[in-house]
């Protein structure tokens, strides 16, 4: 466990990096942020030729590979780092100079426990993507088969345990000063952050992952997930079957090759919604770089390090809420926030049904190109602060994709309507949960449950505990002490700002 210096050294350092490429400026300008944090971020850039339009995605990538992660779990908080950040961190490429072969060779044996020539009869040395936490070579294994080897970067877990120990004493110290950031809950977020890592530097986990998207899927004809070679995996290898296709970015390629952009936007949408509104298991991140159009028309989709989870009762929600957009029923679409404590009780339910549908008539019916996202995103910010609302962690992973999906819909088929495309589904799902012969297998299941959960419940009780709603507990937070900034550490921290400070400017100028 790192020291509070220890922390404090990495923080100046990182934080004269955000300040030289001006990606601090929008916490100065928030009038909501708390005092201490401008002055800090006003520090961090003296002295430094900032450039006119800040340059988030930039600095990150200085700053080294788990700060391209943590920006790119960022981009999907577009609430708590702004909008314009928010569009800026989603360029984020995580592309970072090859290991070198000789290394990513002694992995693989380490890993494995065999030669590579046992394993493979052939792995080019020239990986084909080089990433944060790993690379991927491509290889044919012994029977003849094209497979793609996934190998994570040495050391890179330890890399990963010393920003994630940062960022959690950052976000407790943030958290500590109240107000609007404390609504915001940074530790949540560092917290979600740290589970979604842990998940990718496991890569068995991963290929878990595959396995169950695959069985779920495996009624829909228009998606494909590559089958996992489970002899050739481990914790730091992963040997999955190789993809051939053009990527869903390549427009043009598409169309050359006989595609159909608006059917394959339209699969997507629909493949993505049924992860998450039926299965409630669904892949978290499928941007441009993950997708790609098969000779045979299927979308077949790589990287499963990311894989979102959303319970029963959570998706019934989501369903609900969905259909109540697009149908106009902002009243129901209130009652399920208030239902799902999303918003706190002491708000009047009517006040808040009127600011749904502020945000919610604007778009309705209209194709994704003629939607105003800024203004959307706008509207949907105001309500959260005016509601007191809190943020969801279980939910910023979905928001997140469907944003991705979203736009690479749109790069396909800038038409499309996406509520055109989530009602047959959204409408079916809820029909099926909904209808009486669910109603009755439902009462069965908690008659049967109640009776088993007796002990549990009186327990509960007898405690004052709350009943377990739709959202999962969050994360366990650690323990972190929280700097009183008065009498000597307030001398200490301006004395260690200011000679950061002195250095840095001596530095660049």
Same mark, same amino acid.
């Given at each position: 466990?790192?020291?509070?210096?220890?922390?404090? %050294?990495?923080?100046?350092? *990182?934080?004269?990096?955000?300040?030289?490429?001006?990606?601090?400026?929008?916490?100065?300008? &928030?009038?909501? %942020?708390?005092? =201490?944090?401008?002055?800090?971020?006003?520090?961090?850039?003296?002295?430094?030729?900032?450039?006119? %339009?800040? =340059?988030?995605?930039?600095?990150?990538?200085?700053?080294?590979?788990?700060?391209?992660?943590?920006?790119?779990?960022?981009?999907?908080?577009?609430?708590?780092?702004?909008?314009?950040?928010?569009?800026?961190?989603?360029?984020?490429?995580?592309?970072?100079?090859?290991?070198?072969?000789?290394?990513?060779?002694? $992995?693989?044996?380490?890993?494995?426990?065999?030669?590579?020539?046992?394993?493979? $009869?052939?792995?080019?040395?020239?990986?084909?993507?080089?990433?944060?936490?790993?690379? +991927?070579?491509?290889?044919?294994?012994? &029977?003849?088969?094209?497979?793609?080897?996934?190998?994570?970067?040495?050391?890179?877990?330890?890399?990963?345990?010393?920003?994630?120990?940062?960022?959690? *004493?950052?976000?407790?110290?943030?958290?500590?000063?109240?107000?609007?950031?404390?609504?915001?809950?940074?530790?949540?977020?560092?917290?979600?952050?740290?589970?979604?890592?842990?998940?990718?530097?496991?890569?068995?986990?991963?290929?878990?992952?595959?396995?169950?998207?695959?069985?779920?899927?495996?009624?829909?004809?228009?998606?494909?997930?590559?089958?996992?070679? /489970?002899?050739?995996?481990?914790?730091?290898?992963?040997?999955?079957?190789?993809?051939?296709?053009?990527?869903?970015?390549?427009?043009? $390629?598409?169309?050359?090759?006989?595609?159909?952009?608006?059917?394959?936007?339209?699969?997507?949408?629909?493949?993505?919604?049924?992860?998450?509104?039926?299965?409630?298991?669904?892949?978290?991140?499928?941007?441009?770089?993950?997708?790609?159009?098969?000779?045979?028309?299927?979308?077949?989709?790589?990287?499963? @390090?990311?894989?979102?989870?959303?319970?029963?009762?959570?998706?019934? *929600?989501?369903?609900?809420?969905?259909?109540?957009?697009?149908?106009?029923?902002?009243?129901? +679409?209130?009652?399920?926030?208030?239902?799902?404590?999303?918003?706190?009780?002491?708000?009047?339910?009517?006040?808040?049904?009127?600011?749904?549908?502020?945000?919610?008539?604007?778009? =309705?019916?209209?194709?994704?190109?003629?939607?105003?996202?800024?203004?959307?995103?706008?509207?949907?910010?105001?309500?959260? =602060?005016?509601?007191?609302?809190?943020?969801?962690?279980?939910?910023?992973?979905?928001?997140?994709?469907?944003?991705?999906?979203?736009?690479?819909?749109?790069?396909?088929?800038?038409?499309?309507?996406?509520?055109?495309?989530?009602?047959?589904?959204?409408?079916?799902?809820?029909? &099926?949960?909904?209808?009486?012969?669910?109603?009755?297998?439902?009462?069965?299941?908690?008659?049967?449950?109640?009776?088993?959960?007796?002990? &549990?419940?009186?327990?509960?009780?007898?405690?004052?505990?709350?009943?377990?709603?739709? $959202?999962?507990?969050?994360?366990?937070?650690?323990?972190?002490?929280?700097?009183?900034?008065?009498?000597? /550490?307030?001398?200490?921290?301006? @004395?260690?700002?200011?000679?950061?400070?002195?250095?840095?400017?001596?530095?660049?100028?």
């Amino acid at each position: 466990m790192a020291t509070t210096l220890t922390h404090v %050294a990495r923080l100046l350092r *990182w934080g004269r990096t955000l300040g030289r490429y001006g990606a601090l400026r929008g916490l100065e300008q &928030d009038p909501l %942020a708390p005092p =201490r944090l401008k002055r800090l971020a006003r520090l961090a850039r003296l002295g430094a030729r900032v450039p006119a %339009a800040p =340059r988030y995605a930039d600095a990150l990538e200085a700053i080294g590979p788990a700060a391209i992660k943590f920006g790119q779990a960022l981009a999907t908080r577009p609430d708590l780092v702004g909008e314009q950040a928010a569009i800026d961190l989603y360029r984020l490429q995580d592309a970072l100079p090859p290991v070198p072969f000789a290394q990513i060779r002694a $992995a693989i044996e380490q890993a494995l426990g065999r030669p590579l020539d046992s394993l493979f $009869a052939a792995i080019e040395e020239q990986p084909v993507g080089a990433a944060s936490i790993a690379q +991927v070579h491509r290889a044919t294994t012994s &029977d003849g088969r094209i497979v793609a080897v996934k190998v994570l970067r040495p050391g890179v877990e330890e890399e990963f345990a010393r920003a994630i120990d940062t960022y959690e *004493w950052a976000a407790a110290q943030a958290e500590g000063m109240g107000g609007e950031i404390a609504r915001l809950r940074p530790r949540l977020v560092v917290a979600t952050f740290k589970q979604w890592t842990a998940r990718e530097l496991d890569l068995r986990r991963e290929a878990a992952s595959a396995s169950e998207l695959a069985r779920n899927m495996a009624a829909e004809p228009g998606f494909q997930v590559p089958e996992i070679d /489970w002899d050739r995996t481990a914790r730091r290898v992963l040997t999955l079957e190789w993809i051939d296709g053009i990527k869903l970015s390549n427009r043009e $390629a598409l169309i050359a090759a006989g595609h159909d952009p608006r059917t394959l936007a339209e699969t997507l949408v629909r493949t993505f919604l049924r992860q998450a509104i039926v299965d409630g298991f669904f892949h978290g991140d499928l941007h441009q770089g993950n997708l790609f159009a098969r000779a045979d028309g299927r979308i077949a989709a790589i990287d499963f @390090g990311i894989m979102g989870r959303i319970n029963r009762q959570a998706r019934l *929600w989501l369903a609900e809420i969905l259909h109540g957009l697009i149908t106009g029923n902002y009243a129901r +679409v209130a009652e399920i926030h208030f239902e799902a404590g999303y918003v706190p009780p002491h708000h009047n339910i009517a006040e808040f049904t009127t600011a749904l549908r502020a945000v919610g008539e604007p778009i =309705r019916g209209k194709a994704v190109k003629d939607i105003s996202v800024g203004q959307m995103l706008d509207g949907l910010f105001t309500i959260t =602060r005016d509601f007191d609302m809190p943020t969801q962690p279980h939910l910023l992973l979905l928001q997140k994709t469907m944003v991705m999906v979203e736009g690479v819909a749109i790069g396909l088929w800038p038409d499309i309507n996406m509520w055109e495309v989530a009602t047959p589904l959204v409408r079916g799902w809820l029909r &099926d949960e909904l209808g009486p012969e669910a109603a009755i297998a439902d009462g069965i299941r908690r008659a049967a449950g109640l009776l088993t959960r007796l002990p &549990d419940l009186i327990e509960r009780i007898e405690h004052a505990y709350p009943a377990p709603g739709a $959202a999962p507990p969050p994360p366990p937070l650690r323990a972190v002490e929280v700097i009183r900034f008065g009498g000597g /550490w307030r001398y200490l921290l301006s @004395g260690l700002l200011g000679a950061g400070a002195m250095a840095a400017l001596t530095y660049f100028l």
